[in-house]
Structure formats: C-alpha cells, structure tokens
C-alpha cells in the first residue's frame, strides 16, 4: 500500500512520502507518488490563495474603518455567496478585534450576540506578526463544525486592529484531493502541523 502524507499549513511545503510493498517499478512509482503528491498541495495552494485573495478586497472596506458593522457583514455574505457559486468552497468569514472577540459572523443574523474566536491563537499570531496565516484544526464557536482558517490583519492607525478570517471545511480540503483520483490502492492524507488528519481519500 501506498500512503501519502501532506502537511498544512507551514505554506504547503512539507510533504512526508511513506512508501511500502515496493516491487518492480518502484523507482517510477515513487516518481508518480511525488508528482501527484505535489499536485495535491498546488492544488490547496491554489484554494487558499484564492480564499485570502476574497479577504484582502474586503479588508479594505471603508465600513469597517467606520465602523458600518451591519453594511460590512452584508458585503461579506455576498463575498462569501459569488464565490461559493464559482466552487471556492469556504463556509464562512469572521471579523474579530484584536483581542479575538467576534464582532461579524456571516453565520449568523448580524446583532447576535458572539463568543470569541474558537481559534484564538490565530488571531493573536497574526495581531503579533502583522501577517496572513494558516490555522490547523479546529471547532469553530458558533458551528461547532471542525475547520481550518486562513486570516489576514486589517491595520488602522499602524497596527493591527482587526482580523478577519475565513473557514475552510475538512470537506472542501477533501474534495480537493478525491478530484486528482489517485489509484484504489492508494491513501491520501492532509495532516496539520501537530500531526491531526485534516481530510483524507478515500474517506473512512
């Protein structure tokens, strides 16, 4: 059996190739492997940055600098919705302050009210660093649904003020790798960085 091993996030860079019952040919197998291991992570490469590239438009949105919370979630919704309809599957998107406390969830009606961000040390890595980042697994506070998030900062005034995070689910993640259609005799697995299984083809 053949199982491949691919690690996100740390930038979809590092793979771990384990390989068993080689027999002749094992050289190109190995080659294959590689090959469509790589194709694999280009691929949630490509998903994420597409992901990020939604938030940094809605980043700039003067109603978050005015503070036109209830404008804002609406542009989000509709965000969240065309690209949705182009199969960009994320489920929703965050805005949280600083300190991790949400303040829009296009989950639900706006004016609810919201717990804290269910992946804290995301917003506080990036609050600390100023930079784009890549959660592992987590359960979100509000759908209780296990994701992984991609956040961006929204600086004002020189430092970071807010953050704004998308989830992705352990489906589309799944998705993604079951449409490069690896033999039957093979495992695809997407772990995080502390080793837990994001998504994995076949399923269970």
Known sequence: ?????????????????????????????????????RAVVNAIDREFATVQAAMGG???STNISTGNLALFQAQA???????QDQEVLF???????AA???????????????????????VQKIVSTGLPAVSDLFTGNVSGVKVVNVGIPIRSGGKVSYVLTAAIS??????????HKFPESWI?????SGGTIVARAPPN
């Open 1 to 37: 059996m053949l199982v491949l091993v691919c690690v996100v996030p740390a930038a979809l860079s590092v793979l771990w190739l384990v390989v068993s019952e080689f027999n002749l040919g094992q050289d190109r197998l190995a080659h294959d492997a590689r090959e469509r291991t």
């Open 58 to 60: 809605l980043a700039t």
């Open 77 to 83: 919704s509709q965000v969240l919705k065309d690209l």
């Open 91 to 97: 489920s929703n998107i965050v805005l949280s302050d």
């Open 100 to 122: 991790g406390q949400q303040l829009v969830n296009t989950r639900t009606e706006f004016g609810t009210v919201l717990p804290r961000h269910g992946n804290e040390a995301l």
């Open 170 to 179: 352990t489906k589309a993640i799944a998705d993604v790798v079951t449409r």
């Open 188 to 192: 695809a697995v997407v772990i995080d």
